[in-house]
C-alpha cells in the first residue's frame, strides 16, 4: 500500500538518508571525483541542513511510503524565482527521489500528482523544476506530464558546472 505524508521536523532523519541515497542512486554517477560527491551529500543532506530546510516555511516535504517503509520524497519550494518562468505564483519541484529497486511500481507518478495537487491546493499556477541534461529518464518522464523545456542552468557540484534543463508546467 502506498502512503504520502507531509514531512514534519522529527522527519529529518528519515528525509536527510533518503536524500542521501536517491540523490547518489540518481545522480553519483555522474560525479567523477568521488569525494566531490561526498561533500556534496555532506552539504545537503545533513540531519541538521534537513531541519533547517523543513522549517523553511517556503519549502514544503512530503515522503512516498510503500507498506510504511519509506522510500522516497519530493521537496516543494513556493515562489521561488527564475528567469526562465513568467509566472511570479510558481514553485520549484526542488526533488522527486524515489530509491531505485521501487521506481518499477510507479511511484514517482503517484507523487508528482499529489505535489501537483497541493501546489494548486496553495493557489500556484506554475511548477518548474532542472533536470541534469544526461538524465534521460527523468527528462522523459517530465515530458510525458507536460513540462516544457523553457531554459537551462548550470547546477554546481564542489564547483564543476552540470547542464541542467529548466521544465516548466502551467498547473
Known amino acids: 500500500m502506498i502512503k504520502i505524508k507531509i ?4 522527519d529529518a532523519v528519515v528525509l536527510a538518508l533518503l536524500g542521501r541515497v536517491t540523490w547518489a542512486e540518481s545522480h553519483g554517477h555522474y560525479i567523477d571525483d568521488k569525494s566531490n560527491l561526498l561533500n556534496y551529500l555532506n552539504n545537503n543532506f545533513s ?3 534537513t531541519k533547517q530546510d523543513i522549517n523553511n516555511p517556503k519549502n514544503f516535504f512530503y515522503i512516498v511510503y510503500v507498506d510504511d ?3 522516497g520524497y519530493a521537496k516543494l519550494v513556493v515562489k521561488e524565482k527564475q528567469e526562465s ?3 511570479q505564483n510558481n514553485c520549484r519541484l526542488e526533488r522527486i527521489f524515489i530509491q531505485n529497486e521501487f521506481i518499477p511500481l ?3 507518478q503517484q507523487l508528482l500528482t499529489f505535489v501537483e495537487k497541493k501546489a494548486k491546493a496553495l493557489q500556484l499556477d506554475t511548477m518548474w523544476l532542472t533536470v541534469y541534461i544526461k538524465n534521460i529518464r527523468a527528462i522523459r518522464f ?3 506530464n507536460e513540462f516544457k523545456n523553457v531554459g537551462e542552468l548550470n547546477f554546481l557540484v564542489s564547483g564543476k558546472a552540470y547542464e541542467n534543463i529548466i521544465f516548466s508546467k502551467k498547473i
Open 142 to 144: 517530465y515530458e510525458r
Open 106 to 108: 510507479k511511484i514517482g
Open 69 to 71: 517503509l519509506p522510500v
Open 85 to 87: 518562468v513568467a509566472s
Open 7 to 10: 514531512a514534519k521536523e522529527a
Open 47 to 49: 540531519v541538521s541542513k
